[in-house]
């Protein structure tokens, strides 16, 4: 494995207790990063804080609400002078159905965690990183918003915003030593495999040139370059993860 130079960074990976957020999150560790876990679910985030082989903190954080990621971002940066990368790995896929016949609670949820969260924790830390006039910041979207999976059109909706915010945000603060980049990844098998049917997951695999899922820790080791100073040009780019399946 390599090892970037992260060493006294501060990085922030919401959904970071489980998935590729773990994955993400040793990988920061084992660069020398010190981790900060914001996760819905708080007793797990403690646990995944304290195997990781550096020093971390977690906290339990609800991505939906705009004030408790603003008053988590204030504590973190005051707790430790900055932030120097954020990862938006928090994320739901939700239930699958056609669109005509899905339930308008369940689209919003799924908006509201993928694509309004991102937002929340983009808006929030990225004011910490503009006043340093450094960041790094990487936000997990998904093949599904380029190509927009059937019976999966609040996620893959979701997925495309977060590319497009993505895009946006890279123009706004290209300025300043500040990358905004995302990635497209394919589905992996985690936790998030629980919400959808067994036909929607022999879909995507049957999509998916490589044959198999992504791991976690393949998308751990492009996530941190993404996360490192040798990222120094490139932002507001959407880095493929998809196995071959992307043809953009």
Known sequence: MNRYDLDGQIAVVTGG????????????SASGAH?????????LAETSAAALP??????????????????????????????????????????????????????HRIVAVNLHGTFH???????????????RV????????????????AYSASKAAVMALTKSLGKEHAGADIAVNCVTPAAARTRIFDQMSQAHIDFMLSKIPRGRFLEVDEAANMIAWLCSRENSFTT?????????????
């Not at 990487?138 to 059109?153: D, F, R, Y």
Request: proline share 3%; with cysteine.
């Open 35 to 43: 981790v900060v876990i914001w996760d819905m679910d708080g007793a």
């Open 138 to 153: 990487v936000n997990i979207a998904s093949v599904a918003g380029k190509e927009g999976n059937p019976n999966a059109g």
């Open 54 to 107: 550096g020093p971390a903190t977690a906290a339990e954080l609800d991505v939906t609400d705009a004030a408790a990621v603003e008053a988590a971002t204030l504590g973190a940066a005051a707790a430790h002078g900055r932030i120097d990368i954020l990862v938006n790995s928090a994320g739901i896929a939700g239930s699958n159905g056609p669109v005509i016949d899905y339930p308008v609670e369940e689209w």
């Open 236 to 248: 507001g780019a959407v880095f493929d993860l998809s196995g071959g399946r992307a043809t953009y």
């Open 121 to 135: 924790c983009c808006r929030s830390v990225l004011r910490v990183m503009a006043e340093a006039g450094y960041g």
């Open 17 to 28: 207790a489980q998935g590729i957020g773990l994955a993400v999150s040793r990988r920061l």
